[in-house]
């Protein structure tokens, strides 16, 4: 592929969690700034490949295996074993062939476009993706977390029976679920595809293509939606913009020139990159700005960039 491609993905968050931490409440910088991680973003891209019967090779997946006191149990499998089943590879430990490695990592569809950290005995790789996806932070300043409580249908029956210092252990046992009111994340990404020409030049892959980008822009558009769990309904793509340039353009984080608006009627999204982007358009190819047409109005002072309905894909 012989050009860049620089853009913003925006997923909006509505009484939902779209990245939580490990206390359940969502993501936060040390100035309370709400974000979202890559991981979170790259995940539902990743199940739904899988669930398109591509070769995925980081996400978790489960097998049955029998413990020392002859229990089945499930449990995760490890990175070797993952690689061992889409590859149909009987023993990595006695795979020496580091080109032969090398080549079925590519082959991999998430390692194609995000890279790898491979380390594995006698195999120790290290891929940088020709796509790098940043932090997303929300723009909207109105965010809140809500803590709901949560009335589960079944007793602890960890205690005791009887009234105890906890309460009764008949009763049934309180959870809770944390959302947010409403919160809109906007993600940087650039595509280097350069970034394998070491590896296209020892013959272990092609080189990042145009099908693989088509993959990666078709799943980022919808994933979000897709991944519908219970933390995550509620959570949806609603913007998107892709900058595709010439291989000697370098571009900044783009999701610094946005701002995001709360209307009664409809939000708006402000980009204010326009000036950059209109004084470099002789070495600019292409740029796409896809939006919920439903909820969003879009501002930008883009020159030329085609606006898509995000859900249909057709042009406004």
């Not at 879009?298 to 020159?303: A, D, F, Q, V």
Request: charged share 25%.
């Amino acid at each position: 592929m012989n050009k860049r491609i620089y853009g913003i993905l925006g997923v909006s968050s509505i009484m939902s969690n779209w990245n939580a931490d490990f206390t359940g409440y969502p993501k936060t910088i040390s100035t309370g700034e709400v974000f979202g991680s890559d991981k979170a973003f790259k995940y539902p891209i990743k199940k739904m490949w899988d669930q398109q019967d591509e070769k995925v090779l980081y996400i978790k997946s489960f097998k049955l295996s029998e413990n020392k006191k002859g229990e089945v149990e499930l449990i995760p499998r490890s990175l070797k074993e993952r690689y061992e089943y889409i590859f149909a590879v009987e023993d990595l430990k006695k795979d020496k062939d580091s080109k032969v490695v090398l080549t079925n990592l590519f082959n991999a569809l998430d390692v194609k476009n995000f890279g790898a950290t491979f380390a594995e005995e006698g195999n120790n790789i290290s891929i940088t993706g020709a796509v790098q996806v940043g932090q997303g932070f929300n723009k909207y300043e109105g965010t809140n977390a809500e803590e709901q409580q949560i009335l589960s249908p079944f007793r602890d029956a960890s205690e005791k029976q009887g009234t105890t210092e906890k309460g009764d252990a008949k009763q049934s046992t309180l959870g809770t679920k944390i959302v947010s009111n409403e919160a809109h994340y906007f993600y940087p990404f650039a595509i280097n595809p350069t970034a394998y020409d070491e590896y296209k030049a020892i013959g272990v892959t092609e080189g990042y293509t145009e099908e693989d980008y088509n993959k990666f822009k078709a799943a980022s558009l919808v994933a979000a939606t897709s991944y519908s769990t219970n933390a995550k309904i509620g959570c949806e793509n609603e913007f998107a913009l892709f900058v595709e340039t010439t291989r000697d353009l370098y571009l900044p984080d783009l999701s610094q020139y946005v701002a995001f608006e709360k209307g009664e009627e409809k939000n708006t999204i402000r980009l204010t990159c326009g000036e950059l982007l209109n004084d470099l358009e002789e070495r600019i190819i292409n740029i796409e700005i896809y939006y919920n047409p439903y909820t969003t109005t879009i501002e930008s002072g883009i020159k030329g960039a085609k606006m898509y309905n995000i859900f249909t894909q057709k042009e406004v």
